[in-house]
């Protein structure tokens, strides 16, 4: 099934998305990244390979590789039946039996959203050094379907309607994709700071970081373009990127574009992979100080 699914034509896949190229050279396709915004084509399709490249983010691949970053999920079966709700799998008579192709339906179902209570959401959060009541205030339930089966998690809700998903044993995304904005008051404040991911952000609020500020998380390092625009005007902008190459990269292009405005504050973490990393370890650091001195 996997060799079936590879064997879809990529143009296809990326017309279903809603995504046609801008131009054609010999069996290179050019497109306007469906991974972020941009003016330029810099997507590019080898139709004669059927592999993509962004020259934007530095990534390419098959069509699985594709999925993956459209869905933000690492889970084959789920990338499996997001891209074959999407085509047509080739030969799918020889595939029959299998259990994929009885995947008509999207991959979420069913979806309900609901305030945070359960349990077991908020203790995995409180696991990951985040209070019971900053997650409550920030977070969402949210419950779905997915290949029959009945399913929930933490939601937070992106511009655009989307969620990003999380529990002890997965992690993915709700298209669609896309940045979400905290705001202290109705106008922007004179500061900002920029996160990666959201369990970043509620690190941020439990250590105290960013009272008065607004907040950008971006979901993923490839919105780093949708968050541009959002943060002109701003005077200060904090950004508690991932210590890894992509934070690296996301910085030097937020720099590129607001100069000494934009400020690195990972050095607070350094040596560590991200803001969250550093809340734990800093829990867990005040935890055996307490054990030691009863």
């Not at 029959?148 to 989307?162: D, I, L, M, P, T």
């Not at 690296?248 to 992979?273: H, P």
């Not at 734990?280 to 935890?287: E, G, L, P, R």
Request: contains cysteine; hydrophobic residues 35%; charged residues 20%.
């Amino acid at each position: 099934m996997i060799k079936e699914i590879k064997s879809i034509p990529l143009a296809t896949f990326l017309s279903q998305l809603g995504h046609e190229p801008t131009m054609r050279k010999g069996t290179r396709l050019w497109y306007l990244s469906p991974l972020r915004q941009e003016r330029t084509p810099s997507f590019k399709v080898e139709t004669a390979l059927n592999c993509w490249y962004d020259f934007g983010i530095g990534k390419g691949g098959n069509i699985f590789d594709l999925a993956t970053e459209l869905y933000q999920s690492t889970d084959l079966r789920y990338l499996m039946s997001c891209i074959t709700d999407r085509c047509a799998v080739p030969s799918a008579q020889t595939v029959a039996s299998t259990s994929f192709q009885r995947h008509s339906a999207p991959g979420f179902q069913d979806i309900s959203v609901v305030p945070l209570r359960s349990r077991a959401l908020v203790a995995y959060l409180q696991e990951r050094g985040i209070p019971a009541q900053i997650a409550m205030a920030n977070c969402q339930q949210i419950h779905y379907s997915c290949r029959g089966k009945r399913y929930y998690a933490v939601a937070f809700e992106n511009q655009s309607n989307g969620f990003e998903i999380r529990n002890r044993y997965f992690k993915g995304c709700i298209a669609p994709k896309d940045i979400s904005i905290r705001r202290v008051r109705d106008g922007p404040s004179t500061e900002c700071a920029v996160f990666e991911g959201f369990i970043d952000y509620l690190s941020a609020l439990t250590l105290g970081l960013i009272n008065g500020a607004d907040a950008i998380i971006l979901n993923s390092v490839s919105n780093v373009n949708k968050a541009i625009p959002v943060l002109k005007g701003y005077d200060i902008i904090n950004c508690y990127l991932d210590n890894d190459n992509a934070g690296t990269k996301a910085l030097a292009e937020l720099t590129s574009k607001y100069g000494s405005t934009v400020i690195d504050r990972s050095i607070l973490y350094s040596g560590l992979n991200d803001l969250n990393e550093y809340l734990t370890h800093q829990s867990s650091t005040i935890k055996l100080n307490d054990y030691e001195n009863r």
